[in-house]
């Protein structure tokens, strides 16, 4: 132990890595299932499918890629160290995918009527990233 630290601190920020190839094949207007399809571990491209299918009224399918995204956001965070609490930063970008898919899952729960579940991801969307709560809210 070093000495001074702060024994009362939480966990550091999870940082996720940054897929490129994944990202940039998104931001260049590829399908979105087809970025899932291609990298089936990116979080975004599975929020996006998420975000897709609620604005077309298909809320158990936005639900389905919404946990897609989830499960593959959370085995990226624990690889990345994550203990299964502390801040997931909105600010760094790779970890904007898991979020909003965490933001669409407690949305699509909500509109499928599972209100444990959706409060559930509500809250751990806050306490993972209030800015991410907050800029998600909007949406």
Sequence with gaps: MEPHENLMAGPQPTRLP?????????????KASDVAARFPAYSAAWAALADESFAAGHAVTSYAFARTGYHRGLDQLRRSGWKGHGPI???????????????????????????????????????????????????
């Design 89 to 139: 930063p909105w600010e760094h970008e790779p970890n904007q995918g898991f979020l909003r898919c965490l933001h669409a899952l407690s949305r699509a729960a909500q509109a499928i009527g599972e209100k444990d579940e959706a409060e559930r991801c509500a809250q751990f969307l806050r306490d993972s990233s209030p800015s991410a709560a907050e800029a998600l809210a909007a949406t």
């Design 18 to 30: 940054d897929t490129p190839d994944a990202r940039e094949a998104l931001e260049s207007g590829a």
